[in-house]
């Protein structure tokens, strides 16, 4: 049965929202704090700050990651920068404005409530990063500098270089080692969460394994915290790091926790193509070559000509025909959707016939090549490393790829799963980027959850735990969750069958990005359920992970993985193909306009859709959260 | 182009380890590094085999998580490249190459080419940060900082805690890794107030560690993937002297 799920929209007008909660938000007093126990899972821009905020009020904290070290969290990848709303380029930015462009970017299907906390905040968390010692772009005056990013018309965009990930989370991770050195919190590097103890319908542990001796643990705490990132690595091709996992939180999704919006996925469109079966990931070129570079495929069919060889004239430049007024700039589910119809068609380029060009020769000509070093000296330079091509001489070769998980667990505005005592934090939760997530905002909201909300809402929870005594791990619930999970592992190794968790995974990838990718269609979807289906069949009796369970497996690693990718792969077809409309990147093939642009239907779909577990995989029951906008009306978000 | 592979395998901290030898077949020069040896893994997972364990995350030269010898260099034949960035197009058909873990006393070895990293980590906590709780934090172009000045400590803070530098030194010193995080924070006017005693107890952490001593053979910045200069090392020790002087304390 359906229920309307608590949102909990603090009263009073937007702007005030915030404000009124942490009036009212209820306190631990300091003396009681050294009696809760905190886990975050996740030591990420969101995971980090989180622990690290906490640990400093004096919670005690125990932090996990599967890297070897917190500082290494998929975080450090993010080129781009960090968007916030400070106005010191004086160009008309305020908060509302910030608000506004996060809401229309995300197509009008996200909360208000919380879209708007997150601009509020978005300010004092560079106040927070320059005073760690972050050390963002500065003008020769010595403040700080800005620079715009797709999809807007101010500059509030803070970077530095092209590390803004690494040098945040390094900010964030030396924060948190302050209290590891403190005594505060507590390190676990090296072990993956397996499953999630609830206890009187509360969370009150988890199940890790320790990845260098294989052996399980059992962890209790009043509360525990995901922040596990974004699960694109689904598609197998993706801009994700080789161990980004949904199985922290699809296992908080097998005990009560429900998942919103699962397969509204961000698809980058200047991606490097891949170049072979044996390829692994897919690697980002930042977002801002298309400044200056121009996005083009040859006009006839499988053309094969050098790309220097076909004249002016015999070249389709696609974005600035169909969007004239943003061209190469239109937004990243329009150009990356724009670029799968050309190499559709069959104007693919590169050997495998997977890529378009970005050509760069006009802007040498007009500017100078040294001008054009001075901007993207560095992404030529990878470019070459990776691809062995001088992209001064030649046009660079991109293609779209999987990048970022606008879905993930459904929290209320406290950032409280649908299981009380859990909390999902950063990309792992579905909040506030609708059905498109714009450039340079999920940074923002990984270190706002972590640093100026959770700190909040955390408390306003524990504040009622301050009489529960710590929990037993060694008590027979935590016992029975590890039981099972080491089951589970055991039957991974005895399987012996004939193909690897990768070739499983490469399988599951190629069958959801064909059919819930960059297009869906009623038909595609239901088609890739079918095959999912066998596909999670197949991988039951024909998993080949040879070792033990007892030792460092990373074949092992993989399978765990991979078996919640067949479960999760499901609810994503049957999440986008419930949902009849096209919105952000869900584009449904059926529910276009005239122009071929996606057709919202707010009548039906103004709605976040949660899904609940039942048992199985293929019966999800849906909850609907309404999107009530009260302060601005939602309208057809154009680019031409 | 084939290639012959001799790859250290180690059971775990305790066993003794030896080097196994492998061929290739048909590798293609596109493909990266560690794509050829998630090909060789695949070819053993297939015979029932174990794969060779190694340390890999982002796949992008930027989490530092991947990192082996290869012929003997860290992160392989190409200047300032980690492994991960590292193509097959840099080797030749036919070439036998060595694959090792990085060897220092203070990275034991997990299995195979994975090793324990966690010393860095050690050092960081004691001291290689600016002690700024959440919401302590000023209004952020309140601290304004010159220009060259933030570049150059940006030319420190670039450092991915690989541990090439501590694999290519003769004596396995963490001294870069190290001066480059103190070197970062004395740029910077934030957290000057804690400048010695933050000198101080990472040095201490470092030479508590087993790590050697820094004798300026200067490989790591050669073999360092972000290129970081042993200029920061000197400045590391000029700030360690000053402390020593100055504060006398910690
Ligand atoms: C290539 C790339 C470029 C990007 N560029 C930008 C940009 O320019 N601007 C921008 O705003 N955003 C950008 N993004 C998006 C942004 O980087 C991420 O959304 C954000 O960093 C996510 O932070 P997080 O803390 O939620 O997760 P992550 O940083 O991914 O951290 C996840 C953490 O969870 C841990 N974990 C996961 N599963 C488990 C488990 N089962 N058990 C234990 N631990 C687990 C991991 O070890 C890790 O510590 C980019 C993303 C990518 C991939
Ligand atoms: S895998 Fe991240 S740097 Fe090589």
């Known amino acids: ?640 | 182009m084939d290639i012959v592979l001799k790859i250290w395998r180690q059971k775990d901290q305790d066993s003794t380890g030896k080097l196994e030898t492998y061929t290739l077949e048909e590798v293609n020069p596109d493909m990266s590094f560690l794509e050829m040896l998630d090909t060789l893994n695949h070819n053993l997972v297939k015979q029932g085999e174990r794969a060779i364990e190694f340390d890999h995350d982002c796949r992008e030269g930027i989490c530092g998580q991947c990192g082996m010898m290869i012929d003997g260099i860290a992160h392989g034949p190409l200047k300032h490249t980690t492994t991960c960035q590292l193509h097959m197009r840099s080797f030749c058909d036919g070439q036998t190459i060595q694959i090792e873990p990085f060897r220092a006393e203070a990275f034991p070895v997990i299995r195979d080419l994975k090793v324990d990293r966690s010393a860095f980590d050690r050092i960081i906590a004691s001291g290689g940060y600016v002690s700024v709780d959440t919401g302590q934090a000023p209004e952020a172009n309140s601290i304004p900082i010159a220009h060259h000045d933030a570049e150059a400590a940006f030319d420190a803070a670039v450092c991915i805690g690989c541990g090439a530098c501590v694999a290519s030194c003769k004596n396995a010193s963490a001294s870069l890794f190290t001066a480059a995080k103190i070197s970062q924070m004395t740029r910077l006017p934030q957290g000057r107030e804690e400048a010695g005693t933050r000198v101080t107890r990472m040095v201490r952490q470092m030479e508590s560690e087993d790590f050697g001593h820094c004798t300026n053979t200067e490989a790591c910045e050669v073999e360092c993937p972000q290129a970081i200069s042993v200029l920061h090392i000197a400045r590391m020790n000029y700030e360690y002297n000053r402390a020593g002087i100055f504060f006398n304390k910690a």
């Open chain 1, 1 to 640: 049965m359906s229920r309307i799920l608590e949102v909990r929209i603090p009263d009073g007008p937007l702007p005030e929202k915030w404000s009124n909660y942490k009036a009212k938000a209820r306190l631990v007093s300091p003396n009681n704090r050294k009696k809760l126990d905190v886990i975050v899972v996740g030591t990420g821009l969101a995971g980090a700050s989180a622990a690290a905020s906490l640990a400093e009020m004096g919670y005690n904290v125990k932090s996990f990651c599967f890297q070897d070290s917190p500082r290494r969290a998929h975080s450090v990848a993010a080129q781009g920068g960090v968007n916030a709303s400070k106005n010191y380029r004086n160009d008309g930015d305020n908060v509302f404005r910030f608000f506004y462009d996060t809401i229309k970017g995300g197509d009008f299907r996200s909360r208000e409530a919380n879209v708007y906390r997150l601009a509020e905040c978005s300010a004092s968390l560079i106040d927070q990063a320059v005073a760690q010692g972050v050390p963002f772009a500065r003008e020769y005056g010595g403040y700080l500098r800005n620079r715009s990013f797709g999809g807007v018309q101010v500059s509030r965009t803070f970077y530095a270089r092209g590390q803004t990930g690494q040098q945040l989370l390094l900010g964030a991770y030396q924060a948190l080692m302050r209290q590891v050195s403190a005594k505060k919190v507590t390190l676990y590097a090296r072990h993956e969460m397996l499953d999630l103890v609830v206890i009187d319908g509360r969370a009150r542990g988890i199940i890790a394994r320790n990845l260098d001796t294989g052996q399980t643990e059992r962890h209790a705490a009043h509360a525990v915290v995901l922040a596990t990132g974004g699960f694109g690595k689904i598609y197998y091709l993706s801009t994700l790091a080789m161990g980004c996992n949904a199985s922290a939180i699809w296992r908080a999704h097998k005990k009560g926790a429900f998942m919103a919006n699962p397969s509204w996925t961000q698809i980058h469109p200047t991606c490097l193509p891949q170049s072979g079966a044996y390829q692994s990931k897919l690697t980002l070129m930042s977002e801002s070559l298309r400044n200056d570079g121009r996005i083009w495929v040859p006009l006839q069919h499988d053309d094969t000509r050098a790309p220097g060889a076909i004249p002016e004239e015999e070249r389709d430049y696609y974005l600035e025909r169909k969007y004239p007024s943003f061209g190469n700039l239109a937004p990243r589910d329009i150009a990356s959707r724009a670029a799968k119809e050309q190499i559709d068609a069959g104007k693919g380029v590169g050997p495998l016939k997977n890529a378009v060009y970005l050509d760069f020769s006009k802007a040498i000509g007009e500017y100078g090549k040294s001008t054009i070093t001075e901007r993207y000296g560095n992404l030529f330079t990878m470019y070459k490393k990776i691809t062995g091509i001088d992209a001064y001489r030649e046009p660079m070769k991109i293609s779209p790829a999987a990048h970022f998980s606008m879905g993930g667990l459904w929290v209320d505005y406290d950032l409280m799963t649908s299981v009380p005592g859990l909390f999902a934090i950063g990309e792992a939760n579905f909040s506030d980027h609708g059905a498109n997530r714009l450039g340079a905002n999920s940074l923002l909201q990984a270190c706002v959850d972590g640093y100026f909300v959770l700190p909040y809402t955390l408390q306003n929870y524990l504040a009622d735990e301050i009489r529960t005594p710590r929990f037993d791990p060694d008590s027979t619930p935590f016992i029975e969750v590890e039981r099972a999970v080491k089951a589970q592992l055991q039957q991974f190794t005895d399987c012996r069958g004939s193909k690897t968790a990768d070739e499983f995974h490469r399988e599951l990838g190629r069958e959801l990005y064909d059919k819930c990718g960059l297009l869906r269609s009623g038909e595609g979807l239901r088609n890739a359920i079918r095959n999912i289906r066998e596909l999670r069949e197949a991988f039951r009796h024909d998993l080949l992970v040879p070792g033990h369970t007892d030792e460092v497996n990373s074949e092992l690693e993989k399978a765990g993985r991979v078996a919640d990718y067949m479960e999760i792969a499901e609810l994503m077809c049957i999440d986008a193909l419930h949902r009849e409309e096209s919105c952000g990147a869900h584009f449904r093939e059926e529910y276009q306009t005239a122009e071929g642009e996606a057709r919202r239907d707010d009548e039906r779909f103004c709605y976040s859709a949660a899904w609940q577990w039942t048992g199985n995989p293929s019966e999800p029951v849906l909850h609907k959260e309404p999107l009530v906008f009260e302060t601005i009306t939602p309208t057809v978000r154009s680019y031409k």
